[in-house]
């Protein structure tokens, strides 16, 4: 059974960073297509950034520069370092298979990432 575990996340001033971590079990991790999410109140799950196995990474373009995703293999560990952090990015932060490739597990309990000043 596929258990995805998200933390790190906090209240944190605008410009700060933050790093999240997130846990997998239950996969094939070494050959998954990893991906972080994001929820804001009242809106639906966005695909934020996503990792290939060998870590060619993918990210939309409203956290390009600004966010990056890595992943060790060996720990089954998708990590998001959120640097110069804006007020919309306040949302509960998960992570997943990337939807794109046709797998999906059920969601975590996410890491609510506050930014307020």
């Known amino acids: 059974q596929v258990h995805v575990v998200e933390s790190g996340g906090s209240l944190v001033q605008p410009g700060g960073s933050l790093r999240l971590s997130c846990a997998a079990s239950?996969?094939?991790?070494?050959?998954?297509?990893m991906a972080w999410y994001r929820q804001a109140p009242g809106k639906r799950h966005e695909l934020v950034a996503s990792i290939a196995p060998r870590g060619r990474t993918d990210y939309v373009d409203f956290v390009k520069g600004r966010f990056t995703i890595s992943r060790d293999n060996a720990k089954n560990a998708v990590y998001l370092q959120m640097n110069s952090l804006k007020v919309e990015d306040t949302a509960v932060y998960y992570c997943n298979y990337d939807y794109r490739y046709g797998e999906f597990a059920p969601w975590g309990q996410g890491t609510q990432v506050t930014v307020s000043a």
């Open positions: 239950g996969i094939d991790f070494s050959d998954a297509i």
